[in-house]
Structure formats: structure tokens, C-alpha cells
């Protein structure tokens, strides 16, 4: 018997699955990112094989809800939730230590490309096509691989207040792979581009490191559509007033939710909406004359929104 409201949790962090067969949903890999939904999740309580979860494109595999959500870093609640609607044994799962992040040992800076390289000059002309400026490049030291686990993609490091890489995101620039991202194997529970980051002026909020880039002034990436913990204890013990969400149209839910815990704590909230668009496609004039152009929002319209979504 398929166990609906715990798949309608895994929904709220995996966006809509799609029922396959035996109780099964497909979801789109958060680990390896296919461009097809390759993640297959069993949602069947009881019985061999319930509740495990695995993708056939990378491996990545568990024997419970709980060790997914944990894995792509679910706020705690809903993991509580699903402990308790589930047949979870309270297992254990200790949690590795952090492990100190280093960029790949192929990773070559794109400021420093031969006119003989012909896999950098591919990742220049990709990054310049984005709209990405020598500026950009030397602000965040991006940078490329060729070869290793991360062959032909972009590299785009995050730095913490003190400078120590916290992260770093990878996009392929080649455009007949079948993998578009790839992450390292560490936790996104940090403050992506914390090192260029004003804590008492207006923030901006965005999906992916790509958008960032294309905002430019103190924009946050949230590596996803969701505000991890230490990014959301920080903006609201910061003296941030100003808070702008830039997220996609298909994260609508998810903005108004920020939205109203955000007002909740005093804040002042503006609600861009992009329409069909992301960041990147738009441009920094656009974008930044959007945002400029977007007033703040009230409980009231908050409201109004929530109900459009009914």
C-alpha cells in the first residue's frame, strides 16, 4: 500500500515524481542530475524492497525515505514527519564529519588559457555566450576541468567570510553529455559566496550559481530551491532588511513560503517574478531593472497568492 503523504513529502524536496510501477515514483537525480527522472523511489509500506530509493544513472542508492531526505539536506521537520508515518526503525545514521572541500586536482583557472587549449577555449566561449565578464571570472576565480570526475564542466568555487572554499558547483559545457551538474560529495548546508556578501545591505536570493552571476551585487545562490539552515539563521540574526527572492516560476510554493516565515521575522520582502525567464537568460540590466521595479510584499498578498495556487 503506497504511503501518499510520505510521498507527498518527498515531492515538497524533489519537485512532482511520476508513478512508474509497484509503488514506485521517478524523480529527477538531485545527486547527479540526468536530464531524465532516473531516481526511482518506493513508497510501499511494509513487504522486501519498501521504502528504498535508487538511481540508475549514478548508483545512488538507500534503504529508507529518511536516508534521501537527510542526504539532500530536507529540513528536519519533515524528516521527523516521515519517521513517524513510516516503519523506521530509528536507525542510526551517524553523520560524517565534514570533510574539509578542495576543488577538483584538474580544475584549471579560465584566466589562464593557451590559444593551443582547445577544451579551455571551449569553456571560455561558454561562459562568454552566458554573459559572463573577465570581471566575473577573476571575482569568483572560475575555472574548468579537463578530465576526472568533473571533465568539461565549469567550475564555480564559493568562498566563506574568511576565504576558505565552503563549495563549489560544476556545469558541463558539453553540450552532448547527458549530465548537466554535478555537485561535491559534501553537505550545501553553508552560506554559498559568503566572502562577497554585505549583512546590512538589501539581499538578493537566487536559485543556482549562474543567476548569481548574472545579478552580480550581493546575491546569494541557494544551490536549490531551498534556504538551508545556516543560510537562514544567518539572514535573520544579520541586519538585513531588504530581502529579494528571485526563484523560478516552478518555485513558486517555496518562495511564498520564505516569503511568510521571512515577514514572520521582520523582514522586508520583495517577490520578483520572473515569469518564463531565469536570471541568466535575462541579463544584468534586466534583471536588475526588474528587481528594482518590484515592490515589497504584505501579509495581505501573500495571501492572495497562496490562494492562487489553490
Request: aromatic share 10%.
Amino acid at each position: 500500500m503506497v504511503n501518499h503523504l510520505v510521498a507527498n513529502i518527498v515531492d515538497s524536496e524533489l519537485g512532482k515524481g511520476k508513478p512508474t510501477a509497484r509503488g514506485n515514483q521517478s524523480y529527477h537525480c538531485p545527486f547527479c542530475h540526468h536530464s531524465k527522472p532516473k531516481l526511482e523511489v518506493n513508497f510501499n509500506e511494509g513487504g522486501k524492497g519498501a521504502m528504498h530509493w535508487h538511481c540508475w544513472v549514478c548508483n545512488k542508492r538507500g534503504k529508507s525515505i529518511v536516508s534521501l531526505l537527510k542526504q539532500v539536506d530536507a529540513p528536519y521537520e519533515k524528516i521527523e514527519e516521515v519517521k513517524k508515518h513510516t516503519n523506521y526503525k530509528g536507525v542510526v545514521f551517524k553523520e560524517k564529519p565534514r570533510e574539509k572541500i578542495q576543488l577538483p586536482k584538474e580544475y584549471k583557472p579560465l584566466l589562464s588559457i593557451s590559444k593551443y587549449d582547445l577544451v579551455g577555449r571551449k569553456a571560455l566561449a561558454y561562459v562568454k555566450k552566458r554573459g559572463i565578464t573577465k570581471d566575473d571570472i577573476l571575482k569568483y576565480n572560475l575555472g574548468y576541468c579537463d578530465g576526472g570526475k568533473f571533465d568539461q564542466m565549469i567550475i564555480i568555487p564559493s568562498y566563506d567570510n574568511n576565504g576558505e572554499l565552503n563549495y563549489f558547483s560544476a556545469r558541463n559545457f558539453n553540450p552532448n553529455s547527458p549530465v548537466s551538474y554535478k555537485n561535491p560529495p559534501v553537505s550545501r548546508d553553508i552560506i554559498p559566496f559568503e566572502l562577497f556578501i554585505n549583512w546590512s545591505s538589501p539581499l538578493i536570493l537566487c536559485e543556482g550559481p549562474f543567476d548569481a552571476l548574472a545579478i552580480k551585487r550581493n546575491v546569494l545562490p541557494l544551490l536549490g530551491k531551498n534556504i538551508q539552515k545556516e543560510l537562514m539563521k544567518k539572514i535573520v540574526t544579520s541586519e538585513v532588511e531588504k530581502i529579494y527572492l528571485v526563484l523560478d516560476k516552478d518555485a513558486q510554493k517555496q518562495s511564498l513560503k520564505f516569503c511568510d516565515y521571512l515577514l514572520k521575522e521582520g523582514k522586508e520582502v520583495y517577490l520578483v517574478d520572473l515569469q518564463e525567464k531565469d536570471p541568466s537568460e535575462m541579463g544584468f540590466e534586466k534583471i536588475t531593472k526588474l528587481i528594482q521595479e518590484t515592490p515589497p510584499i504584505d501579509q495581505y498578498q501573500l495571501l492572495s497568492k497562496k490562494l492562487e495556487l489553490l
